[in-house]
């Protein structure tokens, strides 16, 4: 659908969230409320807007599989022990 937006005003804005409420040209029963406006057919639409705050990025990290698995019976035995032994002051 080719929307050409008219006008735009902000209702409420807060932090990244913004309430806008747009005047498109043309009639779009299925978007809005129609009007006829300045510029002749013109359709009002109230959207919800969010911006981004801030970017950030993921990279992989290797993952190293161990040559020898431990053998869970021993070895999560040994290890619950030590973590124990290490919350003792």
Not at 11 to 24: G, I, N
Not at 29 to 43: A, Y
Not at 47 to 62: I, L, S, T
């Amino acid at each position: 659908m080719n929307e050409r937006v008219l006008c735009q005003e902000t209702l409420h804005e807060r932090d990244s969230f913004r309430r806008v409420r747009q005047y498109l040209q043309g009639h779009h029963p299925k978007l809005g409320k129609l009007h006829d406006g300045w510029s002749g057919p013109e359709t009002i639409v109230e959207r919800d807007v969010v911006k981004a705050v801030g970017r950030f990025y993921v990279e992989k990290q290797p993952v190293t599989i161990p040559a020898n698995p431990p053998r869970w019976g021993t070895e999560l035995k040994t290890t619950t022990l030590a973590y124990k032994q290490s919350l003792w002051p």
